[in-house]
């Protein structure tokens, strides 16, 4: 049986040659995984759609680059990574925010109109989501992007300081910042559920 590994990299060679059709087959292979990555960073759908085209712009651009040692799936989140970063760098943080608390409320709103949920729930799990949005705003870009990839893409260490190009400790280090951060942002959530 083929893994996709060695799928992506016998298509990764016949994209190298210019078949479009395999280079579109990497993109619906990997584009949804890459948009979960990159949304959890921006918290923005319309932001992660852009990076996730700027991904994998960036990739047929390089794609003579990339080494065959290396994983193709790894590859594309590096490249998204940076992306992000570069799209952090040149974002203003606090429209970010209001952007992302004001699509977070509407979202809230339809859904409890959708589920019929019990509206004490509702209001819990978007000041909950409003909660969690603030404190991923408020860490550093390097942090966010180690929160991220480990709690959410379920990473290891080491895979988070190739990512990001930290060493091991570093990489530790920057998501032991981002958990401590979230935690005081995320504890009056707790005392209140508790």
Not at 58 to 72: D, P, S, V, W, Y
Not at 134 to 144: H, I, P, Q, V
Request: with cysteine; net charge positive; proline share 2%.
């Amino acid at each position: 049986m083929i893994t996709m590994e060695e799928s992506d990299l016998a298509t990764v060679a016949r994209a190298r040659n210019g078949d479009a059709e395999a280079f579109r087959a990497l993109v619906e292979r990997h584009s949804h995984s890459v948009f979960r990555l990159v949304y959890r960073m921006t918290g923005n759908a319309q932001d992660a759609e852009d990076l996730v085209q700027e991904t994998f712009i960036k990739a047929f651009r390089n794609l003579k680059g990339f080494e065959e040692r290396a994983h193709f799936g790894s590859w594309l989140y590096r490249i998204a990574v940076n992306c992000f970063l570069d799209w952090r760098r040149r974002r203003h943080p606090h429209e970010e925010l209001r952007e992302n608390v004001e699509s977070q409320i509407q979202a809230g709103a339809v859904g409890y109109a959708r589920h019929k949920c019990n509206p004490d729930q509702v209001l819990l799990r978007m000041e909950l989501q409003r909660r969690l949005k603030a404190g991923l705003e408020e860490l550093s870009t390097k942090e966010r992007s180690a929160f991220v990839l480990r709690h959410f893409e379920g990473m290891s260490i080491a895979e988070i300081g190739r990512l990001l190009d930290l060493d091991t400790s570093a990489a530790k280090h920057s998501v032991f910042r981002a958990v401590q951060k979230m935690r005081r942002v995320l504890a009056p959530m707790v005392s209140r559920t508790a």
